[in-house]
């Protein structure tokens, strides 16, 4: 909700949350308030006019705007950079105008007059989940082009704090979503992503808080980008002791040019806030997720994949044997990974030939999915659409289709080269190729995979500033991804990038879930899948069971860490003797009875995966009737020690059945439940309300 105080002075009050600005005597648009949400109005802090302190503490640098801009001396991060004609790069941004939309959006219009440029600001409240979505338009209104260097969708303003923690994710690929801590004490931490795509090397998701919050406890501000290419996210702590988080499309080799009348917007960039520690801070950001995912709360199916089986050697008769086995499991989706397709044998060539290989499927695909749904299951494609080999017909045909600079050499990565997806002409060939593909097959499912980073990120024909690739690419995937969901809504999308590659709010529109990571080792899986889901809810992850450290590793480990997210076997069931498969299918049977708690209910994490050999998760159903409680042992030298597992999550005074005890929510959650793990073991434990004492 959006309330006017007097003056131009707004509060959006949200749930449990409030954010509030107002415009200065100057007409700067001044940062007020983030935090809980407060009693009365009034009780939010006024705006407060800087005056010139002295010669070195200029009001420039001590005045907290939303969205500062270069004007005068500057010496912290500001929103915005740009060029203005002769060379100008001083921009006065003033409040202008201001419009509401449904009581839930409002948009700031902030005016350079001199120049006539328009920054507008956009806010929009999602505000049973206490988040909100900031984005920027800039308008050319000037006659001459102008030129940006840097827009960010938002500049988060953090309350003063005594410290500032702040949280984010490093990895690589194979190893994604490592989570980190730290503290800033001064000066600027830049965390960012070049590679065109969202990387594996970070995400542009952080969190804040003052040293004091814990899993369950104490006030976190968090945020991401929606956004699937080059991001940055900078957390700089001025001299003044305030804290400002800037998140946007990297500026780095960035350039966008405006013509008169000409805009450019940018992508929205997700806040939130927090009394209830990091575990809170996530199921908000799991709560919102969730209510934007394509295909809602339609229920996820169990599939195989064959990649770690077959890899690229696919024939209709492996897959058929596979899919039986499969379907015998009670597997729901058939997927046929990498392979399938033209000149496809390994890794060197067929890129781009988005037919079937005539020597592996000479009557098409269709023998092979006609099998699968007679089998009673759905059939999925694996699809690279944004790369060529150039041994490819494509390629051959369009070698100048390819991000490249002109007359210098270029790179392949996994042999291959990529798409320049900023193109009209391949965004167009894409769209018809992959829409005949989908038409002629009866596919419910695609796994649009990404393999290389970018190089030679050039674009010799460009109509304009060849930088423009960095963001037109995605707009381009955008497109292409747009249309053929448009074409096909009935197909669920996943989005996948040699693993977790491309994990990103943005993708989220396109796609329902992510393959979180090409390792699939359940140990190694388990501190992923935490640092995954500080972000994202288990219903957006896929995790298969594979061999991976099968020797070490029992089935039901890998199991239980796979029914964390979206249930997927991708071992080689063919070699799976018949106790194995037998156990396999009682699991994927229990996966089914409980997905729905996993997927849409609330996650605790009651015991780090980072901190010991011991880890818990918890999920429980909304009404707090229902749960399903994981936990893991990896490698602990003797002795053994049992481990305790507080709970949370449950309603305090009523009771809950765990493993055969009854006791009240505010006992498990003070006496915890005691157990004896050996190495590499694991339980799945329900939790269930009782009635009585
Ligand atoms: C990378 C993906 O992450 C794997 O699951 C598999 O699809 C391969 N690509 C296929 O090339």
């Not at 105080?5 to 107002?22: L, P, R, T």
Request: hydrophobic share 40%; net charge negative; with cysteine.
């Amino acid at each position: 909700m959006i309330i006017l105080q007097k003056g131009n002075n707004w509060v959006i009050e949200m749930a449990h949350s409030a954010y509030a600005f107002g415009v200065s005597v100057a007409g700067h648009l001044i940062h007020r308030y983030w935090g809980p949400r407060l009693p009365y109005l009034g009780d939010y802090p006024l705006l407060i006019e800087v005056q010139d302190a002295d010669s070195f503490n200029i009001a420039e640098n001590r005045r907290r705007e939303e969205y500062p801009a270069l004007e005068g001396s500057r010496f912290f991060e500001t929103g915005i950079l740009l060029e203005l004609p002769g060379g100008v790069r001083d921009l006065h941004l003033r409040f202008a105008s201001v419009e509401i939309i449904q009581e839930e959006e409002i948009a700031v219009r902030l005016t350079d007059n001199v120049f006539k440029i328009d920054v507008i600001l956009h806010f929009k409240a999602y505000s049973e989940f206490d988040v909100l979505e900031r984005w920027i338009e800039v308008i050319n209104g000037n006659d001459d082009i102008i030129q940006l260097s840097r827009a960010f969708s938002a500049v988060w303003q953090v309350p003063q704090l005594d410290e500032y923690w702040l949280s984010f994710f490093t990895g690589k690929w194979s190893d994604e979503f490592q989570y980190h801590r730290e503290r800033i004490s001064g000066g600027k931490k830049v965390l960012e992503g070049r590679r065109i795509t969202t990387g594996h090397d970070g995400n542009s998701w952080f969190a804040l808080d003052d040293g004091a919050a814990n899993e369950e406890d104490g006030r976190v501000w968090f945020g991401a980008l929606a956004w699937s290419g080059n991001w940055k996210t900078i957390a700089e702590l001025t001299q003044n002791g305030f804290l400002q988080v800037l998140s946007g499309i990297n500026d780095w080799d960035f350039v966008w040019r405006l013509e008169k009348g000409e805009r450019f917007e940018t992508p929205h960039a997700v806040g939130g806030f927090s009394e209830n520690g990091f575990g809170g801070a996530s199921r908000r950001m799991h709560d919102y997720v969730r209510v934007g995912l394509p295909h809602g709360e339609t229920p996820r199916q169990v599939i195989y994949n064959s990649w770690e089986a077959t890899a690229f050697d696919v024939t209709v008769e492996s897959q058929i044997e596979l899919a039986k086995i499969a379907a015998k499991m009670g597997v729901e989706l058939f997927v046929l990974d990498d392979g399938w397709f033209h000149g496809r044998n390994d890794d060197t060539a067929g890129l781009g030939d988005w037919w079937p290989d005539e020597m592996k499927f000479p009557e098409g695909l269709t023998p092979l999915i006609e099998a699968v749904n007679d089998m009673g299951m759905t059939f999925g494609l694996w699809i690279e659409p944004e790369m060529v080999n150039p041994d490819s017909d494509l390629f051959r045909a369009h070698p100048e289709w390819v991000v490249q600079f002109a007359g210098r050499p270029k790179r392949t990565a996994r042999g291959q080269c990529i798409l320049n997806m900023a193109r009209r002409d391949v965004q167009d060939y894409l769209i018809s190729q992959l829409d005949d593909l989908l038409e002629k097959y009866n596919v419910s499912f695609v796994k649009w995979d990404m393999n290389r980073n970018v190089s030679e990120p050039g674009w010799a024909d460009a109509p304009g500033d060849p930088r423009e690739i960095w963001v037109r690419y995605v707009y381009g995937l955008y497109r292409v991804w747009g249309e053929l969901r448009k074409r096909h809504p009935e197909i669920v999308f996943q989005s996948c990038s040699g693993g977790g590659g491309r994990i990103d709010l943005g993708i989220l529109k396109y796609a329902d879930q992510f393959w979180a990571s090409d390792n699939t080792e359940a140990t190694a899986r388990l501190k992923i899948q935490e640092g995954f889901a500080k972000m994202l809810p288990s219903v957006t992850m896929e995790s298969w069971v594979t061999d991976q450290n099968e020797d070490l590793i029992p089935l039901a480990y890998r199991f239980h860490v796979s029914m964390c997210g979206v249930l997927g076997i991708g071992g080689d069931i063919g070699k799976w003797n018949a106790e194995q498969r037998e156990e396999a299918q009682k699991r994927i049977d229990c996966y089914k009875r409980i997905r729905r708690i996993v997927h849409w209910g609330d996650r605790y994490l009651l015991r780090s995966a980072l901190e010991g050999s011991v880890s818990a998760v918890l999920f429980m159903d909304k009404l707090k009737e229902n749960g399903v409680l994981f936990i893991f042992r990896t490698y602990e030298s003797e002795p053994i020690v049992l481990s305790k597992i507080y709970l949370h999550g449950l309603q305090q005074e009523r009771n809950y059945e765990i493993d055969g005890e009854v006791k009240s929510g505010a006992a498990w959650q003070t006496c915890g439940l005691v157990l004896s793990l050996a190495n590499f073991e694991s339980r799945m434990l329900t939790v269930r309300r009782v009635e009585g004492e």
